[in-house]
Structure formats: C-alpha cells, structure tokens
C-alpha cells in the first residue's frame, strides 16, 4: 500500500514547476507522473469517462486504468491510495459516509459527471410489475457483485423495508449471462439489477438480447423500482438520496428510444449521480493542478453525456 503522506510531498514537489526534475519516490512513465485511475470494469461507462477526462490531461500524467467490481470497490482503493482517482455512484459514497463519516476526510467529490438509473430487468411471462413482487413470487435478483455499485444500491433499497426483502436470494452472476438466465429462466426465475446510465453497452445489450427470440418478440421488461420506503431514504445531510425519473417522460418510452425492447409501460426508476473523486491527500498536496483537472472533466462531460445520458433529464 501507498504511504500516503510519502506520496503526497513527493508528488508536490514533483510538479511545482513545469519542467522541473521529478523528487525520488514518484511513480513515472513516459517522463510524466502515473495516475492509477479506478474506472470499473473494462466496458463500462466509468471507463468510458475515465478515457474521455484522460485523454485530456494526457500531456500532463501517465494514466493506468484499474480494474474494480465498481463503486464501493472505487471507493475503498482511493480511500487506501491504490488509486489516485475513481469514479463512485453517489448513493454508495453517501451510505459509506453514513456508515464511517471519516471518509469524508479521505474521500473528496470533485465533480458531477453523469446521473444514473437504478433498472430491474425481468422476464415479461413472470408476474413482476414493480420491486415488491420479487419476493412475493420467490425470484432471486442477479448482478449483485462484491463491491460493485449494483449490489450496494440492493443493500440499501433492500434495507429500507427489511420484512419486505430480507427473504431475496441476491446472485452476483452479471452481464450476458445473467441476461440469458433471466430470459431463459436458468437457474431458477430472476430479475437482473443494473445501476448504471441509460446507454451503457449492457443496457444497449439487455434491449437487443430482449428480442433474441425465434419469433423477434420482446422477452425481457423493465419493472418499477419506486418503493414508498425507497423513497424515504436520506443521505449524511438529510438530503433525499435518490431522484425517481420516469423513464416515459425521459424520452425512453417503448418503440421509439433505447428502451422499445425493454418498455410496456412508463417506469419510475431511482437515479442516483455518478461522481469523479480522489484520494484528499493527493488533492491536497496537489492543489495548484486542481483548475486543470477541474476543466478537463469540465470538457469532457458532453462527450460523456452524449453516450450514457441522452436525456436533457438525467443531466
């Protein structure tokens, strides 16, 4: 593990002056400071907006992606200094804040980058409308991955109304897989959990793979997710912890946008913003080079929204 205050003096005295000979202890490539950048799995949206602010700043760090289940693992890498840098969903950073309000103090939000959409994916022949008949007809919830966004959401939609979920069997199978398994009902019924924009490459995937079908009609659906307890729940500051967004009036209504596979009716879905973080101690040490890092994300958040938030609502 990274000493971090080693690393912090280090890197300040590094990159004083442009130019400049780096101090002893700073990790270079190609002449300039390393980065390592938590960006999730190597398709997902935070690797398409960690590429995206990088190649921004390329003339000034060396960027290594690092790959991580998602959010909480983010979280916990640059909390450790195993990255500089991540990416985090803002309902896990609010409910690790809850759990340990020191990470308030490790952990520093730098920037919104993109919103977030909470979907459950189900199989339409099941009797699934919203969230609470999952468990009412006994199926099991896939995507739910050890330290991925995905399943830190489920733990705590799920724990605002323990007796309502406590008896769901929560499966970490993911991706194409999981799709598969609910569409075909291997393994048991499911529904699928994926927390991410609404044009990620898997939700892209989950639309098509809906009609891989010898007849081409639609197998999978998108269900509500918008529990009354859900809706109570409060982050560090009381502050709601999650928006609710219909996905009709975003544009996304069944024949005419990303979802027509996917859609039956309108779904009211929780979001939640993705946020860019770093480690306090290198942005403390490092707060001249802030401004910089500050306009590359700011740059690059329409390229960002471009692709995994086309919708005036979830910017």
């Known amino acids: 593990m990274i000493n971090l205050k080693v690393f912090a003096v280090a890197t300040t005295i590094a990159l004083t002056i ?29 690797d398409f907006a960690g590429k995206e602010i990088a190649r921004r700043l390329q003339g000034t760090f060396a960027f290594i992606p690092v790959r991580t289940n998602g959010s ?30 020191a990470i308030r103090n490790e952990v520093i939000k730098v920037a919104k980058v993109y919103r977030e959409a909470f ?36 733990r705590i939609l799920f724990g605002a109304d323990t007796k309502t979920y406590s008896s769901i069997e929560r499966d970490p199978t993911t991706g194409i897989e999981a799709l598969r398994n609910v569409k075909d009902e291997i393994d048991g019924a499911g529904c699928y959990a994926i927390m991410s924009g609404v044009n990620s490459d898997l939700m892209v995937s989950a639309d098509m793979f809906s009609v891989n079908t010898p007849n081409h009609k639609p197998s999978l659906k998108l269900i509500n997710v918008n529990d009354r307890d859900m809706e109570k729940l409060q982050t560090y500051d009381g502050k709601p912890m999650y928006e609710f967004l219909s996905l ?68």
């Open 72 to 101: 909480r693992d983010n979280m916990e890498k640059v909390r450790d200094g195993q990255c500089q840098w991540g990416f985090t969903q803002g309902d896990v950073a609010e409910k690790m804040l809850l759990d340990d309000p």
């Open 18 to 46: 442009a130019g400049a000979s780096y101090a002893e202890g700073v990790e270079m490539k190609d002449g300039k400071p390393v980065i390592h950048f938590c960006t999730g799995t190597k398709s997902g949206n935070y």
């Open 248 to 315: 009709n009036t975003a544009g996304f209504f069944s024949g005419k946008g990303i979802y027509k596979n996917l859609l039956q009716d309108d779904i009211k879905v929780p979001t939640t913003t993705a946020y860019f973080v770093m480690n306090a101690d290198w942005k403390t040490a490092n707060k001249g080079l802030i401004p910089r890092i500050e306009q590359a994300i700011n740059d690059a958040t329409p390229t960002i929204n471009k692709k995994v938030a086309p919708s005036d609502q979830l910017n």
């Open 119 to 154: 979907h459950v994916v189900c199989n339409r022949s099941s009797k699934v409308d919203r969230i609470t008949d999952i468990p009412k007809n006994g199926l099991k919830v896939y995507g739910a991955a050890d330290g991925s966004g995905t399943a830190e959401t489920l």
